[in-house]
Structures are given as C-alpha cells and as structure tokens.
C-alpha cells in the first residue's frame, strides 16, 4: 500500500514580535481581555516588504532541509493561503520561482482559509497515494495583518502572519491514515473579508468581518464532530492519538475539543499564545514547533483539525 508520509517540516515567523501590551497602545483592549479569551500573549507581523510568498518559501525551505531533498526533487506544489501575493498567478507558482525549481512540477493554491492546509495536505494525500506525485511540498501561509481593520479591536488582536510547511513523500509504511474534508456555505455571514476586484475597481470592505460568538459555537460542534468521525473511520479509538495538532484560533476552542476526546491538554501541541491565529498557517506552524522542540517524535499518532470561513472545516489523522 501506498502511504504519504511527512518526510520533513519547517516554519517561518516574520521577526517583528507584538505583544497584547503593543497593541492596548492602539486599540481600547487589555492583556487580561486578550489573554483570557483567547489565550492569545504574542503574535508577528510581517514586514512591509514581506510577502506571503516570502514566508512560505522560507519556510519550504526549512521542510526541505529537513527533508534532505532539494527543489527540483519535488514533483507537486499547493500553498494554502486566503492572502495569496497577487489576484492570479497562484502564490503556488511564485514560490516554485522563489525556490529555483525549474522541473516545470504543478503548482497550484487551494483556498479554504483556516482549513485550508487540512485541504491542501488532503488534496497532496491523493496525488501521492494515486502515484501521481512522489514529494508534495505541502505550504500553509499568510499576511492576515494585511487583511484586519487595525482599528477594530474585535478583530485586529486575534491574528498573525506566519508560513509551515511539509514535504509529503511516497512511503510503505503510514502515513497519513485517514482524512475528511467538510464545507457548508450558508455560514458565509458568519466570518468574511467581502472585497474584490472588479471593472477597474476594489469593491466591499477590505477588512475581516466577523461574528465572534458565532464562530466560537459553530467552531467547537463541527470540530469535535469531524474529529469523532476522522477517528471512528480510521477504526482507531481518541486513547490512541498521541497528539492532537490543532488549528490555533482560541485556547478555548482548542481545550473544549480535547476534553470533547477525553484527552488532557498535554496532549496538545499549543502555539496560540506565540503565534495568535496565523490562519492555513497555524497547523504547520504548530506541527513543525512540535516537531523541533521534541515533543513529537516518529510513529506516533497526530490529529490535524482546523476550521475557518465558508465555513469550511476538516481533520487529518496520520502517522509522523
Ligand atoms: N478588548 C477588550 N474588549 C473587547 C475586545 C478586545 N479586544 N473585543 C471585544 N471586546 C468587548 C466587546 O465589545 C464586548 O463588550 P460589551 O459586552 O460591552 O458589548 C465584550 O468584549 C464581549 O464581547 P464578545 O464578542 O461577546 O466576547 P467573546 O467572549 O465572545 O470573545 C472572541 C470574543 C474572542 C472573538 C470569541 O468570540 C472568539 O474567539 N470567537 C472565535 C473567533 C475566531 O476564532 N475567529 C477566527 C477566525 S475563524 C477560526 O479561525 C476558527
């Protein structure tokens, strides 16, 4: 049986750290406030001429060192990202250019905001499994900064900028075990940056809208759904995961899935509170963190889960 099976990871944070301080100098919020609801201390912006190309290829090249494989070894690109550099090409295809790989491999975005590297890796799972690809470099990145209202405290203190990455290769053994992708359109007022452009025009704001107590409750049900469902049709039981990698959005919405399993906080790879919400870049973001700092190690069992606008939502149970 074919498996695709992470063959190395990486990550990347733009340097300009911003604490919960910083920003009450800005908007009417507090430490306290922030810290509370969302578990949130830290988050990185990235810089003016930083692009959302700049951090996933730096991060691509981190997953490729890790993985011992240079560019022209990869044979499938998909970037995650809802803050691609440009309307078109795919940012997919700048950071094939920003890394030097001239072996013409396919190179595309996927967009499913927050949970958009749980589809990205999903999509990457079937080109391998299919024999279509041999090394995905699977990439998970964002400039959210560039997309929040600086002066709507609402928002503006939950997210960050970031890149992760994965090199998914071909492998005998597991692997990823099993994944499902989930989407409902009719929650689109939910959460949404409504701008576009069109005949010449930005049209519609610019900024994220959103209903933060609605995301919250829909965020927690589909959530432990999806992750009930991934591990039941695995055939595997929640004792079993080693380690659940979460999108990382909101300490409590990650707690109340854990509990939901029946599995403590320790067996939480936690990055909200250095990274705040990086968006597709989260998982990876917090993959790679777990996997450099030792905690997880190989042949243990790794829940992915993530939701975001759409909504759409999805979870991944693999084998690192
Ligand atoms: N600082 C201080 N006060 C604030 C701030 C702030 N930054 N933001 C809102 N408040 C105030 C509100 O104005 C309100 O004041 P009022 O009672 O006088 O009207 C009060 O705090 C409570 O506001 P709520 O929105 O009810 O607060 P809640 O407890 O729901 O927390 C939060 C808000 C943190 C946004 C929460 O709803 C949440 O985390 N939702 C999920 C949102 C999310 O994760 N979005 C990310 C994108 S989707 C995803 O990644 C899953």
């Known amino acids: ?35 509370a609801r969302t578990g949130i201390k830290f988050r990185h912006i990235a810089a003016e001429n930083e692009k959302t190309s700049d951090l996933a290829a730096e991060a691509a090249r981190r997953a490729l060192d890790a993985a011992g494989l240079n560019g022209n070894e990869i044979d499938l690109i998909i970037v995650a990202t809802a803050t691609p550099d440009m309307q ?19 190179a595309f975005d996927v967009q499913a905001v927050c949970a958009g590297f749980m589809y990205a ?29 600086w002066n709507d405290r609402t928002t503006c203190v939950l997210f960050g900028d970031g890149a992760g990455a994965v090199v998914l290769s071909a492998s005998d053994t597991p692997g990823i075990i099993h994944s499902k992708l989930k989407a409902d359109g009719n929650y689109l007022k939910l959460l949404n940056v409504p701008g576009q452009i069109a005949c010449g025009k930005v049209s519609g704001s610019p900024y994220i809208s959103m209903d933060g107590p609605g995301v919250f409750k829909f965020a927690v049900k589909m959530l432990s759904k999806i992750a009930d469902d991934v591990i039941e049709e695995a055939g595997y039981t929640a004792a079993q995961i080693d380690w659940i990698v979460p999108h990382q959005a909101n300490r409590r919405i990650i707690e109340s899935t854990a509990k939901h399993l029946g599995l403590s906080m320790d ?54």
């Open 88 to 106: 078109f090409p795919s940012t997919a295809t700048i950071v094939q250019q920003k890394l030097g790989i001239t072996n013409g491999c396919p």
């Open 1 to 35: 049986m074919q498996y695709a099976k992470i063959s190395g990871t990486g990550s990347y944070l733009p340097a300009n750290r911003v604490s919960n301080d910083d920003l009450a100098q800005k908007v009417d919020t507090s430490d306290e406030w922030i810290t």
């Open 267 to 320: 067996k939480v790879v936690l990055t909200v509170q250095d990274h705040g919400n990086t968006s597709a870049a989260s998982i990876p973001l917090a993959l790679d963190t777990g996997i450099r700092s030792g905690q997880i190690k190989r042949g243990q069992n790794l829940l992915l889960e993530g939701i975001g606008g759409g909504f759409a939502w999805g979870a991944v149970l693999l084998q690192y």
């Open 121 to 149: 890796l999903t999509t990457a799972n079937a080109y391998i499994k299919s024999g279509m690809a041999k090394n995905a470099l699977v990439i998970g990145a964002e400039t959210f900064s560039r997309i929040v209202d």
